[in-house]
Structures are given as structure tokens and as C-alpha cells.
């Protein structure tokens, strides 16, 4: 049964940090490109930043270059987004996505607010 399973989100003032975590099973997590995704309430879900299955290679949001960093660790079948600098315009669901799959996870909140 494949699995998605966003986690590290949360409330954060402006200019903090988070690191979300996508835990995935039921596939060969190596086999597969991955990226995330974030929603607002009322708009169409936004792609983040993506990472090929080695690992080797990332691309990002015009909007999140230089804060976020995308990452994998294929052994512990995991991706991962760490965001830095955080504005409230990050603020959304954040979804991780796997892409031969056409699979999502059911997102993790992140706020970013005073």
C-alpha cells in the first residue's frame, strides 16, 4: 500500500525555521523523483521544490530559492524541506508528492505569523 506522510509543520514567526519530513512506503522510494507542493485555502495548489530519485539534482520556486532546501535520505525512504527565512506568505498546506506515482500525502500545516 503506497504511503505519504507529511510531518514537521507548525506555527512560526517570521524569520524562523522548519523542517518537514515526508516518511513514504509501499514503493521503491529510490526509484522516484519526488517534490513538494503547498496549497492556500481558495487557490490552486503551488509547486515548491523538487529532487530527482539519486538525489543529485533540485529545483526550486522562484519564490523559495535561497530559504528552502529540498533533501532526500533513501534509506530511511524520506524526503525532506527545510525552510529557513519563513514570511507569512509561506504560509499553506504543505504537500509532498511522488511524481511516476501521481501519489500526494495529506499535508502538514505550516503557519508563519506574529
Known amino acids: 500500500q503506497v504511503q505519504l506522510v507529511e510531518s514537521g509543520g507548525g506555527f512560526v514567526q517570521p524569520g524562523g525555521s522548519l523542517r518537514l519530513s515526508c516518511a513514504a512506503s509501499?514503493?521503491?522510494?529510490?526509484?522516484?523523483?519526488m517534490s513538494w507542493y503547498r496549497q492556500v485555502p481558495g487557490k490552486e495548489r503551488e509547486w515548491v521544490a523538487r529532487i530527482i530519485s539519486t538525489g543529485a539534482g533540485t529545483n526550486y520556486a522562484d519564490s523559495v530559492k535561497g530559504r528552502f532546501t529540498i533533501s532526500r535520505d533513501n534509506a530511511k525512504n524520506t524526503m525532506y524541506l527545510q525552510m529557513n527565512s519563513l514570511k507569512p506568505e509561506d504560509t499553506a498546506v504543505y504537500y509532498c508528492?511522488?511524481?511516476?506515482?501521481?501519489?500526494w500525502g495529506q499535508g502538514t500545516q505550516v503557519t508563519v505569523s506574529s
Open positions: 509501499g514503493f521503491i522510494f529510490s526509484n522516484l523523483h
Open positions: 508528492y511522488a511524481e511516476q506515482l501521481r501519489r
